[in-house]
């Protein structure tokens, strides 16, 4: 909806005060779409083969009709590389020349050609080598940093998602089921979906404990959500609510703290009662 791909079915989104939730791209003018922009997860499907990497960021330049002349866009995109930290002469190589990691860098320099205000980034380095994820992590949080721009990190990897956000929301079935600051997502009282989630981190350090929690079932399909809870085919604290309560009735979003909110029908008894999921070894 941010990106004016789908219409919102109920809700708004304003973007600078204006309302964007049913404009769809084609109707945006350039300064809402330069505005909201994307790096996709997989680089080696959104460069053009055929392109010099200098041509496709001028490209973008145009688009946002950034810049005064083709001299001026060119400085740009240089200027661009330099932010990404790629070298200068990258502008004359074509797609196949450049690695993951590289190709994912000149999406970053796109998606910042036109002075986003906010960037998607939908599971930016999930396609990329393990030891150029943590780079390119790096450099979207330093550009985001640096110009102030607003990003929306989409993620499964915990450990990323703990490392890079300020604020973190939890979405099962496409249902929000928690929000937070990262601190209070990661710290119980946690929703039993947050729960699992954070039990499942991989954790290779032998000081830390972590409960173990294995979801039976499969993630029931979204264009036929099971009644109530979304998450009630697969609970493992639907026990605790009286009544089937949680095959009933689709819980409300509860504030258990300060801007944290999570969608459960458990008492408050019972999660403040919860404890960590990951914990140093005594
Ligand atoms: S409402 Fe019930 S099924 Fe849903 S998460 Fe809470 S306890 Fe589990």
Known sequence: MLLG?????????????????????????????????????????????????????????????????EEDRGKRMLALLDLVKLPREFALRKPRQLSGGQKQRVGIARAFAGNAQVVVADEPVSALDVSVQAAVTDLLMELQRKNKTTMLFISHDLSIVRYISDRVMVMYLGHVVEMGSTDQ???????????????AVPIADTSITRKHIVLDGDIPSAMNPPSGCPFQTRCQHKQQVADNRCEKELPTMKLMADNHELRCHLSDDFLGAMVPVIQLAN
């Open 5 to 69: 791909l789908e219409e919102a079915s109920a809700g708004t989104a304003t973007l600078l005060g204006k309302d964007i939730q049913s404009t769809l791209i084609h109707d945006r003018g350039v300064e809402s779409v330069s505005s909201i922009q994307m790096v996709f997860q997989n680089p080696f499907d959104t460069l053009n083969p055929s392109m010099t990497v200098g041509r496709q960021i001028i490209r973008a330049l145009e688009v946002f009709r950034v810049g005064t002349n």
């Open 185 to 199: 997502v990661f710290s119980p009282p946690y929703h039993p979906y947050t729960e699992a989630l954070l039990s």
